[in-house]
């Protein structure tokens, strides 16, 4: 069988997260470091070590099947290829910013002043978008400091915590687009392919499902249990096991890592006690 061909970003902000992602799915590999390719000692899957630039480009030429990318690579380069999966991580937007101490107030004052950005196309977009013209000016790298060594009035780039920005005197004013890691795929593969992608994909569902989850488990006098059995919305409905205690009981379900909190503070109040909260591994329906 010929191995699903995956392009992943060789040594960068991207290339830990994007292993890691294959090996909670269970594929693992020889250390690969430092090699142009690595084949999965358990899946048939390739792994291709590259740039992130060139990740699109490969996809749309056909030397791998799929890439891990983040969207703003993926939009600058303009490939039309197909989203496959969102990942999750990487994530980070591409902003405007402005000195400090610039006057700026709104978008429109930005209209013929001079940006550096290694994004022209996604920031040509965007200002045509709003009606804006400005001066654009691609550069590669270190845009943070076009400002002060006077190239630029103003800069577009990607900011994650916002420390780049702060240390370099900067203000961050506008996002023009929000970003994450994708798994990218050709636009055509082979049914055998296909295949191996579906099998793929179920396993990153199953592993983003899980991260997106957790168990919990509580005791709780059983005449609460209909109160709080409402405040679970549990994947069908909670497991409920008698306690050795004369009316008590044990109660398991799932809950969104997103509602945690606010749920947990309504339980104890509905009279649940300990409370405990697990990791979940994968989730399968
Ligand atoms: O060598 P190669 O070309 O493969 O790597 P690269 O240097 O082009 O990319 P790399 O590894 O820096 O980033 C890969 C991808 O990570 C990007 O394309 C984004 O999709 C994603 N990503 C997430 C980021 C950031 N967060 C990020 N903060 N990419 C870059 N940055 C830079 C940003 O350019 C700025 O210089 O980090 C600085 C800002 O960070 P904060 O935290 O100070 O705001
Ligand atoms: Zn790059």
Not at 1 to 13: D, F, N, T, V, Y
Not at 35 to 40: H, N, Q
Not at 41 to 68: C, K, S, W
Not at 183 to 203: D, G, I, T, W, Y
């Amino acid at each position: 069988m010929k191995p699903l061909k995956l392009a992943i970003q060789k040594s960068g902000r991207l290339s830990d997260d994007s292993l890691a992602l294959l090996k909670t799915c269970g594929i693992h590999f020889n250390n690969g470091i430092g090699k142009l390719r690595t084949e999965a000692l358990n899946f048939p899957l390739e792994l291709y070590f590259l740039r992130d630039d060139d990740i699109p480009q490969y996809v749309t030429d056909g030397i791998a099947d799929l890439g891990i990318v983040g969207e703003n690579v993926l939009y600058e380069k303009e490939q039309q290829l197909p989203i496959a999966a969102k990942l999750g991580f990487g994530r980070c937007r591409l902003s405007l910013a402005v000195p400090k101490n610039s006057g700026y107030r709104q978008l429109a004052d930005l209209n013929g002043q001079r940006i550096a950005t290694s994004y022209p196309r996604l920031l040509g977009t965007f200002l045509d978008a709003n009606g804006l013209k400005a001066e654009l000016h691609e550069i590669s790298g270190s845009v943070e400091i076009a400002p002060s060594i006077g190239l630029a009035d103003a800069i577009c780039d990607l900011v994650s915590s916002g420390s780049t920005l702060f240390t370099n005197g900067l203000r961050e004013v506008e996002t023009v687009l929000e970003s994450q890691a994708v798994l990218v795929r050709a636009q055509r593969l082979s049914a055998e392919k296909e295949v191996l992608l579906n099998r793929l994909l179920f396993r990153i569902q199953a592993v983003q499902k899980a991260q997106k989850n957790k168990y919990i488990l509580l005791n709780a006098p059983n005449d609460r249990l209909e109160k709080i059995i409402s405040l679970l919305p549990g994947i069908k409905s909670p497991t409920i096991l008698p306690l050795a205690v004369e009316g008590w009981s044990s109660l398991h379900s799932v809950i969104e890592e997103n509602q945690f909190w606010e749920v947990i503070e309504q339980l104890k109040v509905a009279g649940a006690e300990g409370i405990l909260v697990l990791p979940i591994e994968k989730m399968i329906f």
